[in-house]
Every structure is written in structure tokens, then in C-alpha cells.
């Protein structure tokens, strides 16, 4: 167990849908990253939060935003869903910045469907 | 653009014996660090091992460890005493600003 917790763990909607996936980070960790593992894409970095700011910005669609609260937990709006955002999406936490001495611990990922 | 390359897409190892898996990376910086992760069927991805681009001795953790090459760019993972439960897909990731991973490598442990 990484510390770091997603909800939910499955999803399954319709196109042209809007969903929300939640993490909680580690006990400390001020960063969240958010990543998308499909079978045609492999495992992509979307974007990065830390202590509420976005810090870094990957491969994250018009149709996604990710926001951090106050509390440090993240969540992921995915909206008008298509067939193709189906994948699992994981969220990871480490203490500080990407180009400090941060390892990344992952959650158990939130697998979407989208029919 | 940092790119991750993991050249074998699938490998099989007998229990208890050695395997290594490799990787190669393409990048222009000097500081950035290395890892490698295990994602097992459950598609949790769970951290083995990660490497500092600026130390030069090799990381290892129990069974895991690493051959770094920075000249080379190459970072391989070398399993010992290779166990069931080391099945997996395993990932080489490399982060400087943000983090890239390979396409992985399908690791079949057999009795």
C-alpha cells in the first residue's frame, strides 16, 4: 500500500459524459500527478499540482482539468467523454518538486469505461 | 525531447534464477533520476528502485538492482533469486520536469 488513495476504483459512462476521479495524497506529500495508461498510449504524464499550484503540464487534453484543494487531495475532470479516453488513470504523490530528490508513489489507479 | 526505450517487449526467467531487463533513455541533461516500477496484474504500479543520475553506485534494494551507464544512457534492472511474484509488467521511467516511462516489458516468471 503506497499511501495514496483514488476514487473510484471503476467507472463506467457514456460518451459525451463528465466524471470526476479524487486522490488523496501521502501523509506530507505537497505534489499530485496525474497519468493515463492506455493500451494504444502506454502510461502518460497529463499534469502536475504542488501545494495547490499546477506545476508542470504533460499530454492533458482541453477536455481535462485537474484542480488541488487546500487539503492537498486532487481531483480529475474529465468532460464530453469519448470512446478513446477509456483507460486507467492514476494519480501520484511525492514530497516536493519533480526535479528535487521526489520519488513518485502511485494509488491503485481509477480504470474508466466509456461505452 | 527525453524519450524511454525498452527494447524487450516480453521476457521469461525460471524461478530462482537471474533476468535482466534494459532500458535506454535519450537526454540532454546532466541531473535526473531514473526508476524503475512493477505493475503487477492488480495494474497497481509500485516502485522497485530509482537511481540519482548523479551517483555513480549503482542502487539496489534485496533482489533488485541496477546497472547505470550514464555515458551510455542506459539503466538495466537485474532480478535475482527471481521469485513468482515477480511477475509483472515492469516499467523504466525517467524524470527531469516531468516524467516519461517506456512501453514496458511483460516479465513470465516459470516454476
Known amino acids: 500500500d503506497s499511501g495514496v488513495t483514488q476514487t473510484p476504483k471503476h467507472l463506467i459512462t457514456a460518451t459525451g459524459q463528465r466524471v470526476t476521479l479524487r486522490c488523496s495524497p501521502r501523509?506530507?506529500?505537497?505534489?499530485v500527478y496525474w497519468y493515463q495508461q492506455s493500451l494504444d498510449q502506454g502510461l502518460q504524464f497529463l499534469i502536475q499540482y504542488y501545494n495547490g499550484e499546477e506545476r508542470a503540464k504533460g499530454n492533458i487534453l482541453e477536455r481535462f482539468s485537474a484542480q488541488q484543494f487546500p487539503d492537498l487531495h486532487s481531483e480529475l475532470n474529465l468532460s464530453s467523454l469519448e470512446l478513446g479516453d477509456s483507460a486507467l488513470y492514476f494519480c501520484?504523490?511525492?514530497?516536493?518538486?519533480?526535479?528535487?530528490?521526489?520519488?513518485?508513489?502511485f494509488g491503485p489507479g481509477t480504470r474508466l469505461t466509456v461505452l | 525531447a527525453q524519450t524511454v526505450t525498452q527494447s524487450q517487449p516480453e521476457m521469461s526467467v525460471q524461478e530462482a534464477e537471474t533476468v535482466t531487463l534494459s532500458c535506454t533513455y535519450d537526454t540532454s541533461e546532466s541531473d535526473y533520476y531514473l526508476f524503475w516500477y512493477k505493475q503487477p496484474p492488480s495494474r497497481q504500479m509500485i516502485l522497485v528502485i530509482r537511481q540519482e543520475a548523479y551517483k555513480q553506485q549503482n542502487a539496489t534494494e534485496n533482489r533488485f538492482s541496477v546497472n547505470f551507464q550514464k555515458a551510455a544512457k542506459s539503466f538495466s534492472l537485474k532480478i535475482s533469486d527471481s521469485q513468482l511474484g515477480d511477475a509483472a509488467m515492469y516499467f523504466c521511467a525517467y524524470l527531469w520536469n516531468d516524467m516519461r516511462f517506456g512501453a514496458g516489458t511483460r516479465l513470465t516468471v516459470k516454476p
Open positions: 501523509s506530507g506529500d505537497l505534489s
Open positions: 501520484a504523490s511525492s514530497v516536493g518538486w519533480t526535479t528535487d530528490t521526489d520519488t513518485q508513489y
